[in-house]
């Protein structure tokens, strides 16, 4: 891997070198390097573009890293990517992409993440996408999560994209069994004329599912974002979603929430705030020192943090 | 040494004449001293703190700080000279910790053990605390005493503070009057305290008696606090 790609892989996956445990590297469009354990397999899809990760149940404290980076400008790739995790696992999966494009074409990566978790397990997934370059040519990532959620089985989800993507669209849906648990944190700036639309759709099939999805957004300068929350309530369930935003300059956001309770017990709740940072936060921290734009500054970075 | 000249605040209201709050304050806040300034609500007391920091302008007249004319300068500048100021209503943030805010109070990276040594001082177990965001997870006596504690972390010559009682019960409000007697006793900076309250006003120098947009009374805690509790009910100055 060059100097370029190995930026990209630090500020995806906090990778300065190759990572312990399971990996698959991917770079523009190949995959470089790979190592499996005794625990977790990944096998290179044959029909299309994409592996399968598979955890054998009872694996606990492994993880696995696979990271995407792009560094031809005008590279487009659609990516397959399915996990299966057995039964009484405990994994963390860390995936992310970043796009360095320095020409005038379009770069973008679409991938599709498909999660298929047994029973008991617990699952961190942590997605960081990424872009740089001084091109013409748009960095663009798309990318889907497909979750279900065995019984009683757990996943925190834990997506940030900070910089440089000019346009996204992700999608996220899940399926939760009885008793299954999934919360959802995702962190998106936007700025110049980006444009990010984040969609999940979570159904709660599962006598005592729960989900809680939050989403801390910053819009600034001219950009746009839409965010849509569906949670479907279909059986004595608990669901949540919060989406808080923050917007800047020209930027606007639109944030639709919306929660449909198909059984007596489904306890859904959502909630959604838009709006400026608060004057009197900036002025708090003036008076600590700050000038404006700092105080602005270390606002935003809390509030994405 | 902080000066005060013929400071006025005038809010432009509906009808033809602006609203006073202030008018026409004269005052001189030496080093090391520490001043109460009470009086009735709506008084212009709080306003007066404001216009010090930089938070509010002043219609008219001159603020000076060790000699310079510091009138026109705007918040980051007046924090920067060595002016603290402790909100009547301490501030939430969503994500900023308490150990980030204290560091920023603080100007620099501080050891964790230094960041929990100014909430102890504060009555916050601090180890409950460091990590917690300053959010509305907290409890306003806790937003309070971690207000306190950034402006102790600051140590500048001259901290406002803006009613510091407000909100606090009365367990931690024996603790806050702890903490303002420290201060005081190391007399290395001037304390400007806003409050209601006969506990504070004892331990300070010098009393200002605020109302109605002017100074009622101002000299020596004892020449001025026997007056205002005999007065109670009908305190000349509160007339």
Redesign the interface.
């Known amino acids: 891997m060059d100097e370029i790609q190995k930026t990209l892989l630090e500020q995806v996956a906090g990778l300065h070198d190759v990572p312990a445990g399971a990996y698959n590297i991917r770079a523009n469009g190949e995959s470089v390097a790979r190592n499996t354990s005794a625990n977790i397999d990944i096998v290179t899809k044959q029909d299309k573009q994409g592996i399968d990760i598979v955890i054998k149940p009872g694996t606990k404290k492994e993880s696995v890293h696979i990271p995407v980076v792009l560094s031809q400008s005008g590279l487009t790739e659609m990516v397959y990517n399915d996990f299966y995790i057995g039964d009484d696992c405990d994994v963390v999966i860390i995936a992310g992409c970043g796009i360095h494009n320095s020409g005038d074409l379009d770069s973008k990566h679409d991938g599709v993440h498909s999660f298929f978790i047994g029973k008991n397990s617990h699952v961190k997934y942590v997605e960081k996408h990424y872009g740089s370059g001084d091109g013409n040519g748009q960095r663009i990532m798309n990318p889907e999560t497909v979750v279900n959620l065995g019984e009683n089985s757990f996943m925190e989800m834990e997506t940030v994209q900070i910089k440089g993507v000019d346009s996204t669209k992700r999608t996220t849906s899940a399926t939760l069994d009885a008793g299954a648990k999934l919360i959802i944190t995702e962190r998106l700036m936007t700025h110049g004329s980006q444009t990010a639309e984040s969609s999940f759709q979570v159904d709660l099939n599962g006598e005592g599912s729960s989900a809680n999805l939050i989403s801390?957004a910053v819009a600034k300068e001219n950009s746009r974002q839409l965010f849509l929350a569906k949670i479907n309530g279909n059986n004595r369930c608990a669901g949540h979603s919060e989406c808080?935003a923050i917007i800047m300059d020209n930027a606007k956001i639109s944030a639709i929430p919306e929660i449909t309770a198909n059984h007596l017990d489904a306890a859904l709740i959502h909630e959604a705030a838009i709006g400026k940072i608060?004057g009197?936060?900036i002025?708090?921290?003036?008076?600590?020192?700050?000038?404006?734009a700092e105080a602005e500054e270390?606002?935003v970075?809390?509030?994405?943090? | 040494m902080l000066e005060l000249k013929n400071l006025s605040f005038q809010v432009k209201e509906q009808g033809p004449a602006p609203k006073e709050i202030i008018k026409d304050i004269s005052l001189t806040l030496g080093d090391n001293t520490f001043t109460a300034i009470t009086g009735p609500n709506g008084g212009g007391k709080s306003t007066l703190a404001k216009l010090i920091m930089g938070i509010e302008k002043p219609t008219g007249g001159q603020i000076l700080w060790n000699g310079q004319d510091i009138t026109e300068l705007d918040i980051t500048g007046r924090a920067r000279l060595g002016i603290s100021f402790a909100f009547q209503q301490p501030v939430r943030f969503k994500g900023i910790k308490v150990r980030d805010l204290i560091t920023l109070a603080a100007g620099e990276k501080l050891s964790t053990a230094a960041a929990c040594e100014y909430l102890s001082k504060v009555g916050l177990c601090a180890r409950d605390y460091i990590n917690r965001e300053v959010d509305a997870s907290l409890s306003g006596g806790e937003l309070k005493r971690i207000e306190i504690a950034s402006i102790i972390a600051r140590n500048t010559p001259l901290s406002v503070f803006d009613e510091p009682e407000a909100g606090i019960d009365l367990w931690s409000f024996s603790n806050l009057i702890k903490v303002f007697e420290e201060l005081h006793d190391k007399r290395e900076n001037s304390l400007v305290i806003i409050s209601h309250q006969e506990r504070i006003l004892n331990i300070a120098d010098e009393i200002v008696v605020i109302a109605d947009g002017a100074v009622k009374a101002k000299g020596k805690r004892e020449d001025i606090l026997p007056e205002l509790l005999n007065g109670t009910g009908g305190c000349k100055f509160y007339q």
């Open positions: 801390r808080d608060a009197e936060q002025i708090k921290l003036m008076t600590l020192g700050l000038t404006e270390q606002i970075n809390g509030f994405l943090k």
